[in-house]
């Protein structure tokens, strides 16, 4: 049985960081491109970053460019979200995913999602 399990959440102030954790169980984690996505309330969920299976390869989008980074740990089975200078409009739940290749990933054309972690921001 897979397992993406999503970890880090919080209340933070704007400008604040946060560290966002996925554990992955029951896979071949390092077969595996991970990636972070969020949803906000009334709002779609929107891509935020990817990493290839070996973490050489990594994608964002344009809005977190500079302030977010994602990295993973595969002897940990673990893909981390560092996110620094928070916007109050980047409260949302933070989800994790598991897939074939960045690509797919920030495609949403994924085998595995996480149950998300909610990220709130105060102005």
């Known amino acids: 049985q897979v397992q993406l399990v999503e970890s880090g959440g919080g209340l933070v102030q704007a400008g604040g960081s946060l560290r966002l954790s996925c554990a992955a169980s029951?896979?071949?984690?390092?077969?595996?491109?991970m990636g972070w996505f969020r949803q906000a309330p009334g709002k779609e969920r929107e891509f935020v970053a990817a990493?290839?299976?070996?973490?050489?390869?990594?994608d964002y989008a344009d809005s977190v460019k500079g302030r977010f980074t994602i990295s993973r740990d595969n002897a940990k089975n673990t893909v981390y979200l560092e996110m620094n200078s928070l916007k109050p409009e980047e409260a949302a739940v933070y989800y994790c995913?598991?897939?074939?290749?960045?690509?797919?990933?920030?495609?949403?054309?994924?085998?595995?999602w996480g149950q998300g972690t909610q990220v709130t921001v105060s102005s």
């Open positions: 995913n598991a897939g074939d290749n960045v690509v797919a990933v920030s495609r949403q054309n994924v085998h595995y």
């Open positions: 029951g896979l071949a984690f390092s077969s595996y491109a």
């Open positions: 990493i290839d299976a070996r973490g050489g390869r990594t």
